[in-house]
């Protein structure tokens, strides 16, 4: 039976791309988000070749380009500032297109919410489902706002905390605290920051920056937070500035103008992995409902848009829903598993360094692999 009709339970990253993966091979799609409105926060995300290939795939490359801040690789330095270690990305969607994109996250989110509204996607902003029936040759979705529907496949894309999973996998443990947290703040770009830069060397974590347009970068710190602590939002800037204080080369010119508490960013890293199958029947999990991770390679919004592309494209080729969500598996588990596990090692290492401890090799290692077809 070809699949007509899905239904995307979450429009974060991922559900997007997989709204406009399926409208774009001719699939009917409802997509249910749980906030009123479309908003998300306003800090930057860091976007590699991989992606910029796959949001051609999508075709929303040139709008993504058009708003963000295009570049090419990392350069790991220093906590004085001094060069270890400078890469530069792969041109994965061909040479007319950048390797890296710097971006607010709200730029994204606009290129693909109104991608996913011209491809003609169904969206219901305040509504999620509030019963997944699956009667083996559809499934029969009652939602909170009253109304119901019939689907060939249902896809979770609702993130990191996913209700999909707990219903699908009620026997999986809850996200787990990585011990570190991320600290973020915009600011005015110095005309000289034209690529993303990590600071790595002090015990514990490490600080960042990354260019978002011509006008403005993103400053980061990742690191330990014993006990997961809770910030009210007053100390926040404080606490941010302590944090960098540590760190040398541009980070003091940048610290000081870390000053509005309401504008810092602060998440505890909460981490999952879905055991092989990440589906049951008809419904299945794509993106941080599936594989959570950290932000230390940059690529878990990178993983979740790759599962839209690849999912789509299944689903519009391939008959039998079992036999096309074990391939979706075959293409999906040891990459996502590959990124995961070597993002929480990176995490550990500047929680507990080793002497075989080298991020920058990790992160060399993750080029070649997302360099590899999906
Ligand atoms: C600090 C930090 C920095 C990061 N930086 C990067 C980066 O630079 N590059 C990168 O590639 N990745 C990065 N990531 C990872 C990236 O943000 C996630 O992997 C990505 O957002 C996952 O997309 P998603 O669509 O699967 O989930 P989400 O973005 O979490 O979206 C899920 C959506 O589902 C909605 N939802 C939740 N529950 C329901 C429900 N029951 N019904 C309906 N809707 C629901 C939510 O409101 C949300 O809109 C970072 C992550 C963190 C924590």
């Known amino acids: ?45 860091i976007v590699q070749a991989n992606v910029v290939r796959a949001l051609k795939e999508l075709g929303v490359a040139d709008e993504a380009v058009a708003v963000g801040f295009p570049y090419s690789g990392f350069e790991m330095q220093d906590p004085e500032g001094n060069t270890i270690v400078r890469e530069y990305g792969p041109k994965l969607a061909g040479e007319d297109y950048p390797t ?23 969206m219901h902003f305040g509504v999620t489902f509030e019963k997944l029936d699956d009667q083996g040759d559809h499934v029969h979705v009652t939602f909170t706002d009253g109304s119901e529907g019939d689907y060939d496949m249902v896809i979770g894309a609702d993130g990191a905390y996913s209700s999909v999973r707990k219903f699908l996998f009620p026997d999986l443990p809850a996200p787990k605290f990585t011990g570190q947290g991320v600290w973020r ?62 760190y040398g080369g541009r980070i003091p010119e940048l610290a000081k103008q870390i000053t509005d508490p309401e504008l810092v960013v602060y998440r505890p890293l909460e981490v999952c992995f879905v055991p092989d199958p990440w589906y049951r029947g008809r419904i299945v999990l794509m993106g941080d409902a599936a594989h959570a991770g950290t932000p230390h390679l940059g690529q878990g919004a990178a993983q979740a848009i790759e599962d839209a592309v690849v999912l ?63």
């Open 100 to 122: 890296d994109l710097g971006m607010a996250r709200p730029a994204l989110h606009d290129v693909l919410i109104k991608a996913t509204r011209e491809t003609g996607a169904n």
């Open 185 to 246: 703040y915009n600011l005015p770009r110095p005309k000289d920051v034209t690529h993303s830069v990590m600071m790595d060397g002090i015990p514990g974590g490490k600080a960042g920056y990354v260019p978002l347009t011509e006008d403005t970068i993103y400053i980061l710190y990742v690191g330990a937070e014993p006990g997961n602590p809770f910030f009210p939002t007053e100390t926040l800037a404080d606490e941010f500035k302590k944090r960098l204080e540590p």
């Open 312 to 374: 789509a494209e299944l689903a519009a080729t391939e008959q039998e829903m079992e036999p096309m969500l074990r391939h979706y598996m075959d293409r999906r588990l040891e990459r996502t598993r590959f990124i995961w596990e070597s993002s929480i090692q990176i995490g550990e290492w500047e929680q507990h360094p080793t002497p075989d401890a080298n991020a920058a090799a990790l992160m060399k290692k993750m080029l070649e692999v997302v360099s590899a077809p999906i």
């Open 1 to 45: 039976m070809a699949i007509r009709k899905v239904l995307i339970i979450g429009g974060g990253i991922g559900g997007l791309c997989a709204a406009i993966g399926f409208r774009r091979k001719g699939i009917e799609v409802d997509l249910v988000e749980i906030s009123e409105t479309s908003k998300v926060y306003h800090v930057g995300i």
